[in-house]
Nanobody
Framework: QVQLVESGGGLVQPGGSLRLSCAAS????????MKWYRQTPGKERELVAR????????NYADFVKGRFTISRDNAKNTVYLQMNSLKPEDTAVYYC?????????WGQGTQVTVSS
């Protein structure tokens, strides 16, 4: 059974940093690309970053380029999102995601709030 469990969210001041983690289980983690999405109330979920199965390729949404870094540790079955220079508009629930064929898997999400 595929499970994705996010952690690391919280309240941070503008300009601060957080590192999100997503622990994966129930599948061969090293074989799949992973993604981070985020969602705010009333808006559609948006892609933040993607990392290939080996970690050799990463892609970012324009609104986080230069501030966020996605990485993974295939030995620990975990994907990370390092978020620096956080802005109030980064406030959202952040979700870990992977796709296997036509099946889309999501974690429960972790709340990130950027506020002074």
């Amino acid at each position: 059974q595929v499970q994705l469990v996010e952690s690391g969210g919280g309240l941070v001041q503008p300009g601060g940093s957080l590192r999100l983690s997503c622990a994966a289980s129930g599948f061969t983690f090293r074989s799949y690309s992973m993604k981070w999405y985020r969602q705010t109330p009333g808006k559609e979920r948006e892609l933040v970053a993607r990392i290939s199965s080996t970690g050799g390729t990463t892609n970012y949404a324009d609104f986080v380029k230069g501030r966020f870094t996605i990485s993974r540790d295939n030995a620990k079955n975990t994907v990370y999102l390092q978020m620096n220079s956080l802005k109030p508009e980064d406030t959202a629930v952040y979700y870990c995601n992977t796709m296997m064929g036509l099946n889309d898997y999501w974690g429960q999400g972790t709340q990130v709030t950027v506020s002074s």
